[in-house]
């Protein structure tokens, strides 16, 4: 049985960005089983809506159910919840597009963005659309690693791939910039992943000290200047701040920390919107919801 769920996950897998759609004879080269057991997984999976296929091309490609439970399981992402009204300040403060960024606990190549909101800028950066993208190319990305060796030795492990002419390969290289990143309290991304764009993150603390999740900003290289960069890196540091308290985590002035500068102001619709959130959600960490016996 075991086994079976793992051939499930094998075909399920095959399906990327990069390879969003496959024929049955690919596929079954991809994964390396039986075409007979290919078609008949696929077509179970096709009668319980997980994947389509379609009837003129016949090729493969993942189905609604599968996008509604990932939605599913984002929306019930605490750390979503409450960073959304900081995110919208931030996009609408700096004029750039803001993401919030986990990494990929199954393959953290990748950061997965759970969350943007785009700029108000007619030029925005190419990468808006993007669902995830290489953790090490990526300021969110690199915001995550810097506070997590043991998925950097991973990392170091493989050849790293080369997206842009700036992008880091070098694993000595990239950890002299993720300790950059910790000295600063936030990662840039100088056009690493495409030409022409740059980014800007800081880490977001969860209540058990440890970093949960990544807030960045990203636009083109030519409106985020040198300039730019320190002084939006301190907002989003100060923006990364306030999410980690309203996750509950606390602040122990270690040497991984970068204190904020300045708490980022929200505007009054997102004051509102964080309040009705924190009100009508899970109790904030760290405080226990007292019930009354017998109520």
Known sequence: MLRSFEKVFTLLDAFTLEAPEWSLADLTRKVGMAKPTVHHIMSTLIKGGWVDRDPETKRFRLGVRLWEKGWLAINHMEVRERARPYMEALAESSGETVRLGILDTVDPRWVLYVDRVESSHAVRAAVS???????????????????????????????????????????????????????????????????????????????????????????????????????????????????????????????????????????????????????????????????????
């Open 129 to 295: 659309a993007e669902v995830r993208s290489p953790s090490h190319s990526v300021a969110t990305g690199k915001a995550l690693l810097a506070y997590h060796g043991e998925v950097v030795q991973r990392l170091a492990a493989q050849p790293l791939r080369a997206y842009t002419k700036g992008t880091l390969t070098n694993s000595a290289a990239l950890q002299r910039d993720l300790a950059a990143t910790r000295e600063r309290g936030y990662s840039v991304n100088q056009s690493e992943f495409r030409n022409d764009v740059v980014g800007i993150a800081a880490p977001i603390w969860g209540h058990e000290g440890r970093v949960i999740a990544a807030i960045g900003i990203s636009g083109p290289a030519y409106r985020i200047t040198p300039a730019v960069i320190r002084r939006l890196g301190a907002t989003v540091i100060a923006t990364a701040a306030e999410i980690s308290k309203r996750m509950g985590y606390v602040s122990n002035g270690g040497n991984n920390e970068k204190p904020a500068e300045a708490p980022l102001r929200l505007p009054g619709a997102q004051r509102a919107a964080r309040q009705r959130a924190e009100l009508s959600g899970a109790p904030h960490r760290g405080r226990r919801r007292v019930r009354g016996r017998g109520r």
